[in-house]
């Protein structure tokens, strides 16, 4: 089972966001209907089947206004997918079931003592910390997330900052005690799974405000994916980005001579699809899948208890 | 047609063979003559059986799924045919005194665990879990084999994790039907003192050991099969260049000249790396649960997961100040413990976060 699942991070849609905007709520995502022609050639439509009996009454008439308020109520009762947490789910290998689940429920405990809320790659972070030699014995960094990491307690994300002119990364683990505080100040998704390709982008798209107020993101609302392509310094870069297949950086600047030689290091797509060379890595059978996501459901329910109770 | 009458009578020999057994079989389910059954049975074996004979409990490809289901739940039933638990009267239990030595465990490594300290130290752990440990057999001072070199310690055998009978040699049953215990994949003798007697069939659980506790781990080595001298030694090798030729990765020199004019005893030479059994001191034990019976040991165990790791006391305990359970933990003693019990300097995940004091300025 992947860490990353890519059908989450791009679940298709045209929406983009700038730092300045609270784009939360405004645009509209994109609406599932389909064309005409996107229909099976030899399907017999509803209306014309010999079994629907409404084929032979009018059309109702319905304003457009009217048409427009539904739509709207439709995708606020629309239920968003749930955020089930990334690092509960193992990886591949030979591992002790029993040891998982002691870790996930290590996991769930520490999650009662401190709130650790839902964030992606591409989300922007302030991460209060202990730190003995800071002043006040807590240090703060608002930064990018770049990375996901890992399993259970040992579970890491890093936060990317360009502060004073210096690129800045510090990787943190989640389930650290060290940890005091994880606000979430804009949460947002991006187009790829990690974004170490900003250490060789333009500073612009690294630098974030370390005194940026928190952009709310209303409840049942899906998270938005922001698709922006970020412009490259000049080469050398750290790693030979064009060959990633990364979607989120612009690759026109580099010469044709190294665009020829990127498809002998990406795998065709009949390669990607093939279930034998994916076999070995989905170890965690659907039973299983299904018993964390309980477990998860459960640890919520908990929580959302003792919030009421305090509360 | 000499090949196909050939297989032809193996297996209408097999299939006599097999319907006399049963036959056998049942009289001696009855518990008559059983010796002469066996016998008999052997006999039949070694006079109808073209292949190996093998001396392990039975189970044979060439039944029918009625009777193979037969032989599986007689195979684990006669097991239980042994003497009774209750032959002999539960033996005295002694005190610890200082100098006296207990027993060890025998533990699967489960794999590793990270762990805070109350400092805020992130270090790693070994998941040990103690499956199925249980008291084979106590050989009194007399008897033990002559490894310790005092000659006057006891030996207690530990056997860990049940074992199928269909797949174990005969011939190693009889200690665990003595001691009234299922068959074991594994045993280890561990020296003791005379006064840490334990009965046999008597069960072992993580909570023989206590957090704060510190202890010895031996783990089989991951193999790496028949290496060279550079990584089996350490050895540094010759350059890549400068006009080497044919040698890079070799050992070189092997000595002196003409006196000694040999080899020395134990040179270091290519040969089998790892798959040895290897102990790892002083390992501090952070966490115990017991429930699933899994120890948490500090650092790293040889070993590769799901292997056996023997597990007993480090010499540098400080047992005058706190004795462990002596000679073992008996669950029926005392209150149930809670099912994890932490060290002192270990974060609790339901404790609050680590913050550090201020500290106030000295007055000059």
Known sequence: MKNYDHDNLCPGGNVRHFASQDSSGKDEPPTNSKSPSDNEVDAIPERLSPDNKAATLPAPKISLDLLRRRQAQKKDQEQVEKFITPEIYPPMGRRSKILDYLERQDCFKRRMVMDIPEFYVGSILAVTMADPHANGKTSRLVGICIERKNYGLGASFKLRNVIDGQGLEVLYELYSPLLHKLEVLKLEKRTDAHLLYLRDALPEYSTIDPDMIAIKHPPGRPVPVNDIVVKMKPRPWHRRWERYELKGLDVSGVSQSRMATVQDHILPEYKKMDLLMMYPRYDITEKERMRIEREWEVHQNELERTAKKGS | ?364
């Open chain 2, 1 to 364: 047609m000499q090949k196909k009458r050939k297989m032809a009578t193996s297996w209408c020999l097999t299939s006599m063979r097999n319907s006399l057994l049963k036959v056998v079989k049942f009289s001696v389910i009855q518990g008559r003559n059983t010796q002469i059954g066996e016998n008999f049975v052997q006999r039949l074996k070694a006079c109808t059986c073209s292949h190996l004979i093998q001396h392990r409990s039975y189970y044979d490809n060439t039944l029918t799924s009625e009777n193979q289901k037969f032989v599986y739940q007689w195979n684990l039933l006669k097991h239980q045919f042994g003497p009774s638990p209750l032959k002999d009267s539960p033996w005295p239990r002694q005190d610890w005194k200082p100098g006296s030595k207990r027993t060890g465990l025998i533990a699967v490594k489960l794999g590793m665990y990270p762990m805070w300290t109350k400092s805020g130290k992130k270090f790693v752990t070994t998941a040990l879990q103690i499956q199925d440990c249980n008291v084979i057999r106590y050989v009194p001072p007399d008897e033990a084999p002559g490894d310790d070199q005092t000659g006057k310690n006891a030996a207690i055998e530990v056997g860990a994790k049940n074992a199928s009978p269909l797949y174990m040699d005969k011939g190693l049953t009889h200690k665990f039907h003595d001691a009234c215990v299922p068959l074991k994949q594994r045993t280890v003798l561990f020296y003791v003192t005379e006064n840490s007697t334990i009965q046999p069939g008597t069960p072992l659980y993580a909570t023989h050991f206590r957090p704060g506790m510190y202890v010895d781990c031996c783990g089989k080595t991951i193999g790496k099969g028949f290496q060279g001298v550079m990584k089996r030694w350490g050895m540094k090798g010759q350059p890549a260049s400068h006009g080497q030729t044919k040698t890079h990765r070799r050992m070189g020199a092997t000595g002196g000249g003409g006196s000694p004019g040999r080899i020395w005893k134990g040179k270091k030479m290519p040969g089998p790396m790892g798959n040895m059994w290897r102990w790892t001191r002083c390992l501090k034990i952070w966490r115990i649960n017991t429930r699933h019976n899994i120890i948490f040991v500090e650092g790293n165990v040889s070993g590769s997961k799901g292997g056996f790791v023997k597990i007993k006391d480090s010499l540098n305990n400080r047992f005058e100040n706190d004795p462990p359970p002596f000679p073992t933990h008996y669950p029926e003693d005392g209150d149930a413990l809670p099912e994890e019990l932490y060290d002192e300097d270990l974060h609790e995940m339901l404790q609050e976060s680590i913050a550090f004091e201020e500290e106030e300025e000295e007055e000059r």
